[in-house]
């Protein structure tokens, strides 16, 4: 079955330390997005990318990083730079930049620093 | 920047009654996507329905539709006969029409829907 699949579903991190969550598509899309979801604030985007190699910055990129090395792949690390990491992921991927269709999404990561 | 809006943090509906969720959003172009999506308690993402903005009729998907006003940036999703089913948290979306840096989907913060038995 196509799909987009996030691991870990859940995920905990000591301050301080950088994490990496997976996101893979088998569905030949091009574009790949993350967002990020808290209690009140819907899905912000913290990057996307539309090709391989190349990636822009959403809205709230600061403490984050990612690759796209892959058309498959496409990693979110969250790094120590991020003073509040605690937070739902969402990754998702379209096939197309320009003809109208849908956002798939993965099920999540559900992140939590201890 | 586009922005989404969404102003009702929370609605709730009998059981087999009807409810109209409300969107609004900002942009300067012509040309995009608007769409609404549905995130039950599991937290899986489920596309609803979509609009392209070149479309004058609103589209219906069995007991959704939306109200679609170009004019006034409005795109607001109807729930007929609802089900306890469609209780979950709703998005409304803007996706430009364009290539490059605009072609990001961006979101509203979402509205809470419980349905009454």
């Known amino acids: 079955d196509g799909g987009i699949t996030q691991s870990p579903k859940y995920l905990f991190r000591k301050e301080g330390q950088n994490v990496t969550l997976s996101c893979e598509q088998n569905?030949?899309?091009?574009?790949m997005y993350w967002y990020r979801q808290d209690p009140g604030q819907g899905l912000r985007l913290i990057y996307y990318?539309?090709?391989?190699?190349?990636?822009q910055k959403g809205d709230i990129a600061e403490g984050y990083s990612v690759s796209r090395e892959k058309k498959e792949s496409f990693p979110l690390t969250v790094t120590s730079a991020q003073k509040n990491p605690t937070a739902f992921y969402l990754c998702?991927?379209?096939?197309?930049?320009?003809?109208?269709?849908?956002?798939?999404f993965g099920q999540g990561t559900r992140l939590t620093v201890v | 920047a586009q922005t989404v809006t969404q102003s009702q943090p929370e609605m709730s509906v009998q059981e087999a009654e009807t409810v109209t969720l409300s969107c609004t959003y900002d942009?300067?172009?012509?040309?995009?996507?608007l769409f609404w999506y549905k995130q039950p308690p599991s937290r899986q993402m489920i596309l609803v329905i979509r609009?392209?903005?070149?479309?004058?009729q609103n589209a219906t998907e069995n007991r959704f539709s939306v109200n679609f006003q170009k004019a006034a940036k409005s795109f607001s999703l109807k729930i007929s006969d609802s089900q306890l089913g469609d209780a979950a948290m709703y998005f409304c979306?803007?996706?430009?029409?364009?290539?490059?840096?605009?072609?990001?989907?961006?979101f509203g913060k979402g509205i809470t829907l419980s349905v009454r038995p």
């Open positions: 998702a991927s379209s096939a197309d930049r320009v003809t109208n269709t849908e956002a798939f």
């Open positions: 990318s539309q090709i391989v190699n190349d990636f």
């Open positions: 609009q392209e903005a070149y479309k004058q």
């Open positions: 942009t300067s172009e012509s040309d995009y996507y």
């Open positions: 569905l030949n899309h091009d574009a």
């Open positions: 979306a803007y996706r430009s029409s364009y290539t490059g840096a605009n072609s990001k989907l961006t």
